[in-house]
């Protein structure tokens, strides 16, 4: 199996987008034959099916998957999705790239997805519940603090993770809220991990701004997603001075140059759910903010949405990839030839939130607290530590930044399995 593209199993633009990638790092570093397809193949996946008992007593049957891809450096983490669009391919992308992130940010974890197939928003609150509980509950005997340890997504949030862990730890017999993360703080939860993803984003924009000499009030930043890490990351940059001019969400956007009151548009989707009408600025589309004029573009949302069409017409400085995987393969190739253009790979930019996960994770085996000023400062310090690691992979190597956060994931990773062997 050593041309994981024709793989029968995860046919998707997002995978094979996934296995490119991983193709081009392991070329770049000459990862040798013996690793390669254990290192870049998913070590499991499980499918199934979620039949929930709607309001009106109708049994509906749902679809759900769990891709675990890696195990060699410790337990498999990442999160699950409810999406209308998911699919095992796009799991199995995911997935892959957790490993990577995981291992770029220095995390005893390996790399994991979940999805399940449905629109949250068409779902009552007991419905929602059911579905969340019947997921985690059909996974039981392949997840656990020291296997599998899911956590929030698109679709999905705090008060899911909630009923996960009560669902897995009534299984158990005892409180075991190790078992996801992204929890209410009233369970284990940490705290800083609702803004840990969007507030790394910020952290690591405000870096490279510095490195740039481009005061951060002088900022203008366009955000395209406004969901969990797209309003954090909003929140954060203008806490630290920046200028928000533009925001969206799948009903569409708003641009003001003046600048967004982030607090206003986070309280008006806390109350309709969407940005739909906030007013606030003029009325713009989710494919007219890509290509605003600023000076950092934060795709959010989901992937593939800077592509080979828009990534010649984008006009930002930096571009911080708060999405996973929002640039095409094509399009990073256009991106490599506009060096006025920094890129702030995924892997790395949208790191946070899986690093206070694994504070979230430490302080639930040790039953031991720690003040979100802790949390945020420690984040900080293992931000600062993979940034530092790839700048100097970078310039050792010639490499882009994205191939230098990858290559640098994807090596510890085969480290890993070249250490531990081939069992039995």
């Known amino acids: 199996m050593n041309q ?68 060699a450096t410790g337990p498999s983490k990442g999160g699950v999705r409810f999406q209308q669009d998911v699919t095992i391919g796009e799991v199995a992308a995911l997935a892959m ?46 997840v656990g603090p020291d296997i599998d340890i899911p956590a929030p997504d698109v679709g999905t949030n705090e008060q ?25 703080l009233a369970i284990g939860g940490s705290a800083g991990r ?20 481009i005061p951060i009030t002088e900022a203008t930043v366009a955000i395209q997603g406004f969901g969990n890490v797209g309003g954090e990351t909003a929140l954060a940059l203008a806490h630290l001075g920046a200028r928000i001019v533009a925001i969206s969400d799948y009903t569409g956007g708003i641009h003001n140059s003046g600048g967004i009151d982030v607090r206003k548009a986070l309280e008006y989707t806390a109350y309709n759910k969407v940005l739909h009408d906030f007013g606030g ?40 990839e708060g999405a996973n995987g929002p640039t095409t393969n094509a399009a990073d190739k256009i991106l490599e030839r506009r060096p006025e253009i920094e890129v702030i790979p995924d892997v790395l930019c949208n790191s946070g939130g899986v690093i206070v996960s694994y504070f979230e994770w430490i302080q639930n085996r040790q039953s031991y607290y720690w003040s979100r000023e802790e949390v945020l400062e420690k984040l900080h310090r293992q931000l600062d530590q993979a940034r530092d690691a790839v700048e100097r992979q970078r310039r050792k190597m010639k490499f882009s930044r994205r191939l230098a956060a990858l290559t640098l994931g994807i090596q510890r990773v085969a480290d890993a399995k070249l250490a531990r062997g081939l069992f039995p």
Not at 10 to 36: G, P, T
Not at 42 to 59: E, H, K, N, Q, S
Not at 173 to 180: F, N, T
């Open 160 to 184: 899911v993770m909630g009923w996960m862990a009560d669902t897995y730890s009534n299984h158990v017999g005892h409180l075991e809220p190790a078992v996801v993360t992204g929890k209410p």
């Open 281 to 320: 600025g003029e009325p713009i589309t989710n494919a007219q903010l890509l290509e605003l004029d600023c000076t950092v573009l934060a795709p959010c949302a989901l992937e593939r949405v800077i592509t080979e069409e828009n990534a010649p017409r984008l006009r930002c400085r930096i571009l911080a």
């Open 4 to 71: 994981h593209h024709n793989s029968r199993l995860y046919q998707s633009e997002v995978f094979r987008m996934a296995c490119r990638q991983f193709d081009l790092a392991a070329d770049a570093i000459n990862l040798s034959s013996e690793v390669r397809g254990r290192t870049k193949y998913p070590r499991r996946a499980i499918a199934f099916a979620l039949p929930v008992r709607r309001d009106d007593g109708r049994i509906q049957m749902f679809e759900g998957y769990r891709v675990q891809h890696s195990l």
């Open 97 to 142: 790239w957790m490993s990577w992130k995981c291992a770029l940010a220095g995390l005893p974890f390996g790399g994991a997805k979940g999805g399940v197939v449905v629109d949250p928003r068409t779902l009552s609150p007991g419905e929602l519940e059911r579905l969340s509980r019947r997921y985690i509950q059909e996974i039981i005997p392949f």
């Open 194 to 213: 609702r803004e840990a993803t969007g507030h790394g984003v910020a952290h690591l924009v405000h870096a490279h701004l510095q490195e740039l000499g």
